[in-house]
């Protein structure tokens, strides 16, 4: 059964709507308005739309961040996932880790990205859940008062090479360089992160949970289901995804399904500083990556017909008996 980790109030936590301006060069932003609750944001994360994607002026709903880590686990690599059912959008999507960025985390983003790697990625070993270090910054334990945090053994969080175009949030420039996108169908500005996480060799029999937030009722609750532990990872090789997923239990692997699965709107293809799909079909995106050839669709034609042809051929055979 889910052990509901800890309960939160969504009023108290609050966001400010923003000015973009995107140039070819770079893109800059800067907070407007009033903050707005989670429930006043969500009514703003409206489509919107441009003419130009290099180029363009726009305000949006929200600042959004994410994080593409890498995993560094008995010496191989992986990308973590998430699974999210996505309440505002009515899907269920393989994403990165991410979250709304508070008002007054605005100008420095990265703080949110660490906080939420903290919420969403728990790591579990017999002697208790692993802590974490982004350089000599230790990461809050969000969940101390349901589970018992190891203090030796931390996991490392350290940045890996950023976006080329810079960012900037007003006259400051994000010296990490994460890639910037607007998505024009909720309106909001994303930033996304390149980090790595290195498991310290001792951590024996080792686990990996993924720990969200959900509405239910005025509540915003935090529940860990070890049936679902929602947590992929996806393999690396020479630093390029090989198209596999698994969960992690106890030092094993376990093969994912991806049948039906989506990715979200991060995977998709961008345009400038544009995202315009909301999700993009996982054999879609394998296919993007050259990872697998699309088969022509007239394949299956062919094939069906090679089958009637037959079908008729053995029909004609019995009736000339």
């Not at 109030?9 to 800067?30: D, I, R």
């Not at 900037?168 to 909720?186: C, D, G, K, M």
């Not at 009637?308 to 051929?313: I, K, S």
Request: proline residues 7%.
């Amino acid at each position: 059964m889910p052990r509901t980790l800890i309960r939160k109030n969504p009023s108290n936590f609050k966001t400010l709507p923003l000015f973009v301006e995107a140039t070819p060069e770079g893109l800059t932003y800067q907070s407007i308005g009033m903050p707005l609750n989670f429930a006043q944001t969500l009514q703003r994360r409206r489509p919107v739309a441009v003419a130009d994607t290099e180029r363009f002026s726009l305000e949006l709903a929200n600042l959004g961040v994410s994080v593409r880590l890498t995993l560094h686990w008995q010496n191989r690599e992986y990308w973590v996932l998430v699974r999210q059912r996505r309440q505002d959008r009515g899907d269920v999507v393989l994403k990165l880790i991410s979250g709304y960025v508070p008002a007054h985390e605005l100008n420095l983003p990265l703080l949110t990205a660490i906080n939420e790697i903290a919420e969403e990625c728990l790591l579990e070993t017999p002697e208790g859940w692993l802590g974490g270090r982004f350089n000599d910054t230790w990461l809050p334990a969000p969940y101390a008062s349901a589970l018992h945090y190891r203090e030796a053994l931390p996991f490392r969080l350290t940045p890996l090479s950023g976006s080329a175009r810079p960012v900037r949030s007003a006259n400051l420039q994000l010296i990490e360089r994460p890639r910037a996108y607007v998505h024009l169908p909720t309106a909001s500005l994303q930033l996304i992160y390149d980090l790595r996480l290195d498991v310290p060799k001792e951590a024996k029999s080792l686990s990996l949970f993924h720990v969200d937030e959900r509405l239910e009722g005025d509540q915003l609750v935090a529940r860990l289901d070890r049936k679902r532990p929602d947590l992929y990872l996806m393999p690396l090789e020479n630093g390029k995804p090989i198209g596999e997923l698994f969960t992690l239990k106890r030092d094993q692997l376990i093969a994912a399904s991806t049948r039906g699965l989506h990715l979200a709107e991060s995977f998709a293809s961008q345009e400038g500083w544009v995202v315009r799909d909301e999700r993009i079909r996982w054999k879609d995106w394998l296919v993007k990556q050259g990872l697998v050839t699309q088969k022509p669709r007239r394949e299956g034609l062919t094939n069906l017909h090679k089958k009637a042809m037959g079908l008729m051929r053995m029909v004609r055979g019995t009736l000339h008996k």
